[in-house]
């Protein structure tokens, strides 16, 4: 089958460095995203990742490792605006997004 | 119109009524998807469609109905709604030249959907 494995939460402190995990389990794979969600409002590309290694953009990191069926979302030098949910979503041999049920990231000052 | 667009913003409808969603896009993508989004849950896909004339299911198609006449729209219609399809539905579209690296979704604010 597959499946989408996130923790449904997680809280950071303004200002620090949080890693958000994701590991899947998909028929076939064709790459990997990240998506950002604000409460009440439609996801946003984040991040893609087809080749094992970390791609960096700003604060913001991917990584990728195709064997151990895992990547994670590293944020750094969190703002309050990163409070959101954080949706892993690797692409299937369909070339179907499978969704996973993302991960509410809470930041406090 | 920038990007994609759905109406109505959101919708209160009586059990058994038809409802028609829309989904419009302007930037000539190939591809188009219904989500719905329950809380708790990932997105799910309804129905997708790789490009203008064709159509197909997704995960929870049932008691869903699109079609894709021209590249720019994608309504959804639900025939006859039950209260179970209570959600937030999001209209999305991608690129979809067949690299997986034009596949990104883009997606548009979403419609909430409460069924009585």
Redesign the interface.
């Given at each position: 089958g597959q499946n989408i494995d996130q923790p449904t939460e997680m809280t950071a402190t303004e200002g620090a460095i949080v890693q958000i995990n994701c590991t899947y389990q998909t028929s076939g794979f064709n790459g990997l995203f990240w998506y950002q969600q604000h409460a009440g409002e439609a996801p946003t590309f984040l991040s893609y990742n087809v080749l094992d290694g970390l791609e960096e953009k700003g604060r913001f990191s991917s990584f990728l490792s195709r064997s151990k069926g895992y990547s994670y979302l590293l944020l750094k030098e969190l703002q309050m605006k990163d409070s959101a949910s954080y949706l892993c979503a690797p692409l299937n041999s369909n070339y179907q997004l499978i969704w996973g049920a993302g991960t509410k990231l809470i930041i406090k000052p | 119109i920038a990007g994609i667009t759905q109406a109505p913003t959101s919708q209160i409808l009586a059990a058994g009524r038809r409802m028609t969603l829309r989904c419009t896009q302007d930037m000539r993508h190939n591809a188009m998807y219904w989500?719905r989004q329950d809380l708790?849950?990932?997105?799910?896909?309804i129905h997708?469609s790789n490009t203008a004339g064709t159509t197909g299911k997704?995960e929870v198609p049932d008691g869903y109905s699109v079609s894709r006449a021209n590249t720019d729209d994608f309504p959804l219609t639900l025939a006859s709604a039950v209260p179970s399809q209570t959600s937030v539905y999001?209209c999305a579209s991608s690129v979809?030249s067949g690299s997986?690296?034009t596949?990104?979704?883009?997606?548009?604010?979403?419609t909430r959907l409460t069924v009585l």
């Open positions: - | 989500y708790g849950l990932g997105l799910r896909l997708y997704g999001f979809a997986a690296s596949d990104t979704q883009y997606f548009g604010p979403g």
